[in-house]
């Protein structure tokens, strides 16, 4: 097998259970310290979020999602046209996951940048090498999925997404999207604008696994972060790279590495999301002339923590 100057893999995958692969995973002590305190943060937002009437943070849910796509194709340094948010959307109506619904979340990032890209309703038939270009040619930090193996893995991953197992990695927001953008990363379905999908599908199964938690009905994401991504982009490659996809390599501290990364950038849009709120309350209170009916929801608002 091809072995990198820093011992890493360098073939093809080939398929493996991608829930043997999850399971193996043993979250260690300092990232469950971190998940604790992000959980808190989190759930204090959730409760300033909560205290809006819907028509009153509207317009914050439209700058929101617009800064988060936005953000999403800038990481890779591709444009973003706004003008398709006008058409019927492929995300903002339902938190599902099927092969059709996957192929239209890729399709609106490539038109996103590209309206000359053809849709296609397939995962790529050809090989692919995730890498970049220097003075001395190819420098190839890791390959996808076979392609012959792409289809197996990616039904694996929708079964994945489906699950609901009780287990922390399983049961978390911020885990259970994480690891679901990481195995789409690493499978690299496409040959092209696989990141910018796997964000998307993070944002989705976050918002679906914090429905669950509080009991609410969003279609949105409440913490987008990929603002901060982009800020760090160079520690989110790095974090990605660095994790062996197989069963053969002992892949827990990158792993744990990618979960804390997540976290930290949950924790930077968190601080930004809620100065955002506040200043959005005193509005509400210079406008209406009353901000007591906003602090007795805050206040009167009970909810379960993140376990």
């Not at 893999?9 to 398929?15: I, R, S, W």
């Not at 849709?119 to 995730?130: A, D, G, H, L, T």
Request: with cysteine; aromatic share 12%.
């Amino acid at each position: 097998m091809p072995i990198d100057e820093f011992g890493r893999n360098l073939d093809f995958v080939k398929y493996f259970s991608l829930e043997e692969y999850i399971d193996k995973i043993d979250l260690l002590d300092d990232l469950l310290n971190h998940l604790e305190e992000t959980s808190k943060e989190f759930d204090e937002y959730v409760r300033l979020l909560a205290a809006f009437a819907e028509e009153d943070i509207i317009n914050y849910w439209i700058s929101s999602a617009q800064q988060e796509l936005r953000a999403n194709q800038d990481i890779e340094r591709t444009k973003f046209n706004a003008e398709l948010l006008k058409e019927k959307g492929v995300f903002f109506d339902k938190l599902s996951i099927s092969h059709k619904r996957i192929h239209d979340l890729h399709d609106f990032v490539m038109l996103s940048s590209d309206e000359d890209y053809v849709p296609s309703q397939s995962y790529r038939k050809v090989p692919v090498n995730i890498s970049r270009y220097t003075d001395h040619g190819e420098e190839i930090f890791w390959r996808g999925a076979n392609p012959e193996d792409v289809d197996k893995f990616m039904n694996d991953f929708i079964n994945i997404y489906k699950q609901n197992k009780i287990a922390l990695i399983y049961s978390n927001p911020f885990l259970r999207a994480a690891i679901t953008s990481l195995l789409f990363n690493r499978i690299h379905p496409y040959t092209d604008g696989n990141g910018r999908t796997s964000r998307i599908i993070y944002n989705l199964k976050f918002t679906e696994q914090m429905n669950k938690i509080y009991q609410t009905n969003l279609r949105l994401n409440p913490l987008n972060i990929s603002n901060r991504i982009l800020a760090n982009k160079i520690t989110y490659v790095k974090c990605i790279n660095n994790i062996a996809f197989n069963l053969n390599d002992d892949t827990n501290e990158a792993i744990n590495r990618w979960f804390d990364f997540v976290l930290t950038m949950a924790d930077e849009q968190l601080a930004y999301s809620k100065e955002r709120l506040e200043h959005l309350i005193e509005s509400t209170q210079r406008t209406s002339g009353s901000n007591e009916e906003i602090i007795r929801r805050v206040r009167q608002m009970k909810m379960s923590r993140l376990k």
